[in-house]
């Protein structure tokens, strides 16, 4: 019987990251900076809470355009952008830009990371590819100075830096891709919930 063990888990994932080259590096810190990202913005659509739902907003709509002040004090809560808002259309009233304004004020808030995540979801794979081009090419490189002996173990070694940086690479575009899709899609809701509140201030002159 043999008496090799087969490698941990940690060591496993340490030498599978190793074989795949310096390219591993700069995925890895693109890794770690989708994830911080991710969970910024999932506590921050957690915060909004209910207060951004269909439901809500339907209600603040139906104050405002009643000119109905106190109703949106008592709908309202602290931190939710749908009833800072109506706050601020109850209190100051609206008019044909105030949708603009007011949209902008809050969209660094909103579309906070997305073209970060975007940036990355595209660069990951690109960096993929190039650890699998820096692969073959010692490989290559190796072939051509064994001059047909052939280095087995150094041509299998460029072969996975190749797959793993590739693989790699297309993992940290995926998880970073399904975050943004959903994260974009609330901040689309979002920015059109105060196009809505402001259509409807507006439509109590």
Do not use: Y
């Not at 907003?57 to 602290?78: I, P, R």
């Amino acid at each position: 019987m043999s008496d090799m063990q087969p490698p941990s888990g940690s060591t496993w994932i340490i030498e599978t990251f190793n074989a795949g080259g310096p390219v591993m590096w700069p995925l890895l810190v693109l890794s770690l900076v989708s994830v911080s990202m991710t969970i910024e913005r999932a506590a921050f659509w957690m915060r909004q809470g209910r207060g951004n739902a269909h439901g809500h907003v339907s209600k603040l709509a139906s104050v405002l355009a009643a000119d109905n002040t106190d109703g949106v004090e008592k709908l309202a809560q602290d931190g939710v952008i749908a009833d800072r808002v109506a706050r601020r259309l109850a209190k100051h009233g609206a008019n044909d830009a105030t949708a603009i304004e007011l949209v902008e004020r809050f969209r660094p808030a909103i579309e906070r990371f997305s073209a970060s995540m975007a940036t990355i979801i595209t660069a990951a794979p690109l960096l993929g590819i190039l650890g699998t081009v820096l692969g073959i090419i010692n490989s290559f490189d190796l072939l051509g100075q064994s001059q047909g002996s052939g280095d087995i173990a150094g041509v299998a070694a460029g072969i996975a830096q190749a797959l793993i940086t590739t693989a790699f690479g297309l993992t940290v575009a995926l998880v970073s891709l399904f975050p943004h899709m959903m994260f974009r899609a609330r901040a689309e809701r979002c920015l059109a919930m105060i196009e809505r509140l402001t259509a409807a201030a507006l439509s109590k002159k």
